[in-house]
C-alpha cells in the first residue's frame, strides 16, 4: 500500500500527544487498556473499529461547512460534500429510507430537532413514561420536551409488554400532534404499525426512537419502522457501532406536503437541523458516520446482528438456569433485564460487578418500588459482547461470574459494596483471560501487520 499522509499525521499527533501531554496521553492509554480488559455488558454501548476512529480523528476536522452539501456558507467544502453524500447515501441504502439527514450531533437532539419541526409549542404529545423504559426526550418533565409541550404518557401492561391499548385510550383522549414510540429497557418487539394505525386514528405523526435497536432493524431481525413511522430516529453509537452522532431517516412520508401546505415533512426536518437548531456540521463525524454505514453494508454485519441476537438469548437462558427473574421471560433484542437477590439492590450489583471488571447497569423493573438512582433490576447487553466473537458458551461463562459476584455481595455498616478479595480475583482473572481469548477489534490491530505499518509511521514521525 502507498505510505498515508493522514495515517502518518494520526502517528504523529499521538506521539506529540505523549511527549508533551503525558497527563492526557495516559488518560487515553489506560482508557483503552480498560476497554480490552472490561467485559462490558452495557446495553448502550457499541465498539468502533480503527476505521471509523481514524475517519473521526482525520484532518476533515478542520472544515466549518455551514449548511448542505452543495450549498454552504463557506468556501472549501469539496471534499466535505462529497463526505457527507456518501454517508447519506449509505445511511438510505442501509436503511432503505427515501430521506436521511447525518448532521444531528447525538439522538436527543435528533428528537427535539424532529419536535420542532412539525410541533408549536404547547401542543401535545405521548410518550412512553420514563420509568417504563422511555427516554427523558419522549417528554419527560425534566426535559425540554416535557417543558415546550404538553406530555402524556402510556406505559406498559402487567405482563410487562407495551400497552397498546392504553395508549390508543390516551390518544384518543388528549388527541397529541406526535406519539413517540422507542425505549431503553424493553425486552420486545415493538409494533410499530400499530402505533401508526393509532395514529393515523387522531390524525398524529410518529417518531420511532429506534437508538437501542438500530442495528437489529438493518439487519431485518426487528420490524422496521422507517415507513410505519413518518420519522425515525437513532443513534450512531449504539447498536450501529459508529460515532457518537445520530441520523434522522424517513420512509414513505418525506414528500407528503404538510399541514402548512408548501413543504414537504422532509423539507421541514432539513430546515430543522439548519438553520433552525444546529450550526455548523460535525464534518469529522459525518465522515466516520459513512465509515460505520459502509461497514453495516458488509455482509459481516448481518453475522454480528444474528450474534447480538443469540447472545442475548443464551445469557437470558443462563440467568434463568441460575434462578434469576429474568423480566418478560426472555428477549427479542440485544437486552437481558433481570430482578437481582433481595440482599442487595440494582445499585450494589452494578458497583459490586464493575469492582470486578464486568460493567452494567442498574435498571427498574415492572412495578419497582425503588427509585431509577438504586433501582431493584439490572440491565444487560450483548452489543460488545458480539463484537468480541463470544457465542453461547461466552455468554453463559459471563453469567456464571456475574452469579459468583453477585452471591458473594453484601452491604456493609456504612452501606459499602463489599465483596471478598478472593472472589475479586478470581473473576478479574476470568474476565481478563476471556478478553484476551477474544479481543475487541481495535485491540486485536495489536497482532497484526496493521500494527507495524502504524509503528513505522509513528518512528517516522518521532
Ligand atoms: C441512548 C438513547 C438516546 C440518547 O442518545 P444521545 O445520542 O446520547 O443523545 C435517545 N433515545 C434513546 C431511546 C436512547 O436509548
Known amino acids: 500500500m502507498q505510505s498515508s499522509n493522514i495515517g502518518r499525521y494520526l502517528a504523529q499527533g499521538i506521539n506529540t500527544m505523549r511527549q508533551d501531554d503525558p497527563a492526557l496521553y495516559d488518560i487515553l ?90 410541533l408549536r409549542p404547547g401542543e401535545a404529545i405521548l410518550g412512553l413514561a420514563l420509568d417504563q423504559g422511555g427516554h427523558l426526550t419522549h417528554g419527560a418533565p425534566v426535559n425540554l420536551s416535557g417543558r415546550l409541550f404538553a406530555s402524556h404518557t402510556y406505559g406498559l401492561a402487567a405482563d410487562g409488554l407495551i400497552d397498546y391499548e392504553q395508549l390508543r385510550a390516551q390518544a384518543l383522549q388528549h388527541r397529541p400532534r406526535l406519539i413517540v414510540c422507542g425505549t431503553t429497557s424493553y425486552t420486545r418487539v415493538i409494533e410499530f404499525d400499530r402505533i401508526r394505525a393509532i395514529a393515523d386514528e387522531v390524525g398524529a405523526f410518529v417518531l420511532a426512537d429506534i437508538t437501542h435497536i438500530a442495528g437489529l432493524v438493518v439487519a431485518g431481525l426487528h420490524p422496521s419502522s422507517i415507513d410505519a413511522a413518518h420519522f425515525t430516529t437513532t443513534c450512531t453509537f449504539k447498536q450501529l457501532y459508529g460515532p457518537r452522532g445520530a441520523l434522522i431517516l424517513m420512509g414513505r412520508d418525506a414528500d407528503s406536503v404538510s399541514d402548512d401546505g408548501k413543504r414537504t415533512l422532509a423539507e421541514r426536518v432539513q430546515s430543522a437541523v439548519f438553520p433552525m437548531m444546529q450550526g455548523s456540521p460535525e464534518v469529522h463525524t459525518i465522515a466516520a458516520k459513512a465509515r460505520a454505514m459502509g461497514r453495516l453494508l458488509e455482509p459481516g454485519f448481518r453475522e454480528l446482528a444474528r450474534r447480538i441476537r443469540s447472545n442475548a438469548d443464551a445469557l437470558a437462558a443462563a440467568m434463568a438456569a441460575r434462578d434469576y427473574e429474568v423480566i418478560g421471560g426472555g428477549t427479542d433484542n440485544h437486552i437481558v433485564l433481570f430482578r437481582v437477590h433481595p440482599h442487595i439492590n440494582g445499585l450494589v450489583a452494578q458497583a459490586a460487578l464493575e469492582s470486578c471488571s464486568i460493567l452494567v447497569n442498574k435498571n427498574k423493573i415492572p412495578g419497582d418500588l425503588r427509585g431509577a438512582q438504586v433501582a431493584s433490576g439490572v440491565r444487560l447487553g450483548t452489543n460488545t459482547a458480539a463484537l468480541r466473537g463470544f457465542g453461547a458458551a461466552e455468554m453463559a461463562l459471563s453469567a456464571q461470574l456475574i452469579d459468583t459476584v453477585l452471591r458473594h455481595t453484601s452491604v456493609g455498616p456504612q452501606g459499602e459494596v463489599l465483596v471478598p478479595e478472593t472472589v475479586r480475583d478470581d473473576v478479574i482473572g476470568a474476565v481478563r483471560d476471556l478478553c484476551q481469548r477474544f479481543p475487541l477489534p481495535y485491540a486485536a490491530l495489536d497482532r497484526h501487520a496493521d500494527h507495524h505499518a502504524a509503528a513505522h509511521a509513528a518512528r517516522e514521525f518521532a
Not at 74 to 86: I, N, P
Open 29 to 118: 492509554e489506560r482508557e483503552h487498556e480498560r476497554q480490552m480488559n472490561t467485559l462490558s455488558l452495557v446495553a448502550s454501548c457499541g465498539g468502533t473499529d480503527a476505521s471509523v476512529m481514524a475517519a473521526a480523528g482525520s484532518s476533515i476536522v478542520n472544515v466549518t461547512a455551514e449548511g448542505y452539501p452543495g450549498n454552504r456558507y463557506h468556501a472549501g467544502c469539496a471534499y466535505v460534500d462529497q463526505a457527507e453524500r456518501l454517508a447519506i447515501e449509505r445511511a438510505r441504502r442501509v436503511f432503505g429510507a427515501a430521506y436521511v439527514n447525518v448532521q444531528p450531533h447525538c439522538a436527543s437532539f435528533a428528537n427535539h430537532i424532529v419536535m420542532q419541526s412539525v
